[in-house]
């Protein structure tokens, strides 16, 4: 049976976040135990702490073994490992989106502006620590995990180049370009994030052969490459950018020495059409979507491709090919 009052406890990932930005396990660590002194460590009221760290107790985080006193276990101890909590950073924007929900169905289009001011993307540029954060929260899980490999129609020994658009600091890139040694590749993202990919790139052995573009992929990509990739990219627009993407892959992609056979591969942002419709935090903060495949179909035959494959791949993900149209 669902538990409906479970579902809807508020309090509890809240009360997570607040312990994990004033660093309480941190400060208890460092023997501030006392209410009074823990506070005063962290920089807050003493009676509310104790009411946020009374409520985590309940739960089965941090103990309190005589009244005000508090010490941390296992559970509480992990707050100091569990990424993006600290409601200062991109974990903290992440959270506060979800409380536009209502504003983005109604209307179909993010209300992040009206939290924080500016628009997503705009906001991330304005606060360069908080982007570094984002890029680091996309990093290996966003695009690619070492060994990553992408199932191609057509396979890679054809492949020379490949563009990675929108790739981040290159985590796919140089996954791809360590398992495919014959292959040289581009990296193209906005000039601070590119500009973060050295050491990571450095670390795959492959520095050799990559080269960065710090662009906007909404601007001319690099001409006549063999693969365009798109992994983590569209989810993250609306129809009209998607389209714009789609169209500056074609425009580069037809003018590749094998211009037939060069084709772009999608990774998120499209699924079958009979698959469950997803809810990302990507359509609130910027007003992403995942297409269907047949609403993508009809996004690419817009943007000058055609889809020649869509199929779940041995890695369980969904990648659709498209190939300029003739």
Known sequence: MVDLEKMLDLATPWCLRVAATLRIPEHIAAGHTGIA???????????????VLGHLVSQGVFTEASPGRFACN????????VPFLDLAGIGGRMARSWGTLLD?????QPAYQQVFGRPFWEDLAAHPLIGAEFDALMGPAGHG??????????GWAAVRTV???????????????????????????????????????????????????GQSFFDPLPAGADLYLLKSVLNDWPDEPTVAILGRCAEAARTARTARTASIAVLGGVAADEAPRPL??????????????????????????????????SSGRYVVECRPSS
């Open 37 to 51: 002194d823990l506070a005063a460590a962290a920089g807050c009221d003493p009676d509310a702490l104790h009411a």
């Open 74 to 81: 296992q559970a509480a101890e992990q707050l100091v490992s």
């Open 104 to 108: 983005y169905v109604r209307t179909g």
């Open 145 to 154: 995990v070492p060994d990553y490999d992408i199932e191609l129609s057509d």
């Open 163 to 213: 563009v990675d658009v929108g790739g981040g600091t290159g985590a796919m890139l140089a996954s791809l370009l360590r398992r495919h040694p014959r292959a040289r590749g581009i990296l193209v993202d906005l000039p601070g994030t590119v500009a973060r990919a050295g050491e990571l790139i450095e670390s795959f052995g492959v520095a050799g052969r990559v080269t960065v573009a």
């Open 280 to 313: 990302g935090i990507d359509m609130l903060v910027a007003g992403g979507k995942t297409s269907t495949l047949s609403q993508f179909t009809e996004l690419a035959r817009r943007a000058g491709l055609d889809v020649i494959a869509a199929r779940t791949q």
